[in-house]
T-cell receptor, first 107, second 113 residues
Framework: KNEVEQSPQNLTAQEGEFITINCSYS?????LHWLQQHPGGGIVSLFM???GKKKHGRLIATINIQEKHSSLHITASHPRDSAVYIC?????????FGTGTSLTVIP | DVKVTQSSRYLVKRTGEKVFLECVQD?????MFWYRQDPGLGLRLIYF???????EKGDIPEGYSVSREKKERFSLILESASTNQTSMYLC????????????FGPGTRLTVL
C-alpha cells in the first residue's frame, strides 16, 4: 500500500480550464510538497505546505491536515502546464511520493 | 541557484557490468538521495546519505550500493547490472529537515541490455 495516493492518474484539459489534482496520505507528516516534472525528467518544486493555502501565479495549493488531503489547482490552464505533477510527503529524513498525475492541456 | 548535476543523461550497459552513477551538488547540502522512477510506481528511494561517509538504506536497496566520500558528491553503484535495473535514476539534495525542499538532478536514463 502506498502512503501517498494521487488522483487522477491522467488528465486531459482544454486550454483555459480550471484543473484540480488531489493527494491523500495515510501517515503523519511534517510537510507536503508539490513537484512538477516535464518531459525529459527534470523535477522542480512548486510548493511546500504544512498548513493552509499557498498561491504562486496561476497555481494554488491547499492542505487539510485533519483530513490528510491536499489539492493542487491550476487556473486558466495553458499547454505549457502539460507535465507530471507529483505529491510528496516529508517525514523526518525521507520523502514518500505519489505516482504522479500526467496532465495534458490541449490548445 | 542550487545545482545538482548527474554524470550522464543516458547510459546503456550490458548485464553483469559494474555501473557508476555520479551526482554532484554545489550548495553544501548535508542530505543527498538516490531514487529510481518507474512508470506506475513513482519515485522510490534507493539510498540516502545525511552526511559524509554516512548512508542509510531506502525502500529498495537490493542490488545497489552507494559512496559518499565528499560532501558534494554521492555515487550510486550497481555492482552487477541486471535488466530489471533499467530505469530513470534521479539524485536529489537538500538541507537537513523535512520542511526543506529537495533539489533534483536532471536524471540518468539507464538501459541494461
Amino acid at each position: 500500500k502506498n502512503e501517498v495516493e494521487q488522483s487522477p492518474q491522467n488528465l486531459t484539459a482544454q486550454e483555459g480550464e480550471f484543473i484540480t489534482i488531489n493527494c491523500s496520505y495515510s501517515v503523519g507528516i511534517s510537510a507536503l510538497h508539490w513537484l512538477q516534472q516535464h518531459p525529459g525528467g527534470g523535477i522542480v518544486s512548486l510548493f511546500m505546505l504544512s498548513s493552509g493555502k499557498k498561491k504562486h501565479g496561476r497555481l494554488i495549493a491547499t492542505i487539510n491536515i485533519q483530513e490528510k488531503h491536499s489539492s493542487l489547482h491550476i487556473t486558466a490552464s495553458h499547454p505549457r502546464d502539460s507535465a507530471v505533477y507529483i505529491c510528496a510527503v516529508g517525514m523526518r529524513n525521507q520523502f514518500y511520493f505519489g505516482t504522479g498525475t500526467s496532465l495534458t492541456v490541449i490548445p | 541557484d542550487v545545482k545538482v548535476t548527474q554524470s550522464s543523461r543516458y547510459l546503456v550497459k550490458r548485464t553483469g557490468e559494474k555501473v557508476f552513477l555520479e551526482c554532484v551538488q554545489d550548495m553544501d547540502h548535508e542530505n543527498m538521495f538516490w531514487y529510481r522512477q518507474d512508470p506506475g510506481l513513482g519515485l522510490r528511494l534507493i539510498y540516502f546519505s545525511y552526511d559524509v561517509k554516512m548512508k542509510e538504506k531506502g525502500d529498495i536497496p537490493e542490488g545497489y550500493s552507494v559512496s559518499r566520500e565528499k560532501k558534494e558528491r554521492f555515487s550510486l553503484i550497481l555492482e552487477s547490472a541486471s535488466t530489471n535495473q533499467t530505469s530513470m535514476y534521479l539524485c536529489a539534495s537538500r538541507v537537513t529537515g523535512a520542511y526543506n525542499e529537495q533539489f533534483f538532478g536532471p536524471g540518468t536514463r539507464l538501459t541494461v541490455l
